[in-house]
């Protein structure tokens, strides 16, 4: 059984940084494009980040480039956004999908952790 789970989310005040874990198992993970998405209250789910199987190509969204790093662990299976100066409007549950890249209809999801930037 394929499963995604996601930690590291919690409380962080204004231009503080946060670190969010994606552990898989169920998969060959090395073998899958990585993604973070993001769904604030009220709001459509937003595209974060990405990384290609070998961590070689990253992409990100204009909202958080510049301020967030993703990585992978292939033999830990395990994908990280390392998030820094964070601000209110990153408030929201952060999502992680592994996506098979010789069929992209075939994509698990983890079931999201919180990340609240308040003061």
């Known amino acids: 059984q394929v499963q995604l789970v996601e930690s590291g989310g919690g409380l962080v005040q204004p231009g503080g940084s946060l670190r969010l874990s994606c552990t ?4 060959p993970f090395s073998a899958y494009i990585m993604s973070w998405y993001r769904q604030a209250p009220g709001k459509e789910r937003e595209y974060v ?3 290609w199987p070998s961590g070689g190509t990253t992409q990100y969204a204009d909202s958080v480039k510049g301020r967030s790093t993703i990585s992978r662990d292939n033999p ?8 820094d100066s964070l601000k209110p409007e990153d408030t929201a549950v952060y999502y992680c ?3 098979f890249p010789f069929d992209n ?3 698990y999801w983890g079931q999201g952790t919180q990340v609240t930037v308040s003061s």
């Open 105 to 107: 209809r075939v994509n």
């Open 49 to 51: 980040a990405s990384i």
């Open 24 to 27: 898989t198992s169920g998969l």
């Open 76 to 83: 830990e299976n395990t994908v990280y956004l390392q998030m």
């Open 97 to 99: 999908k592994a996506t």
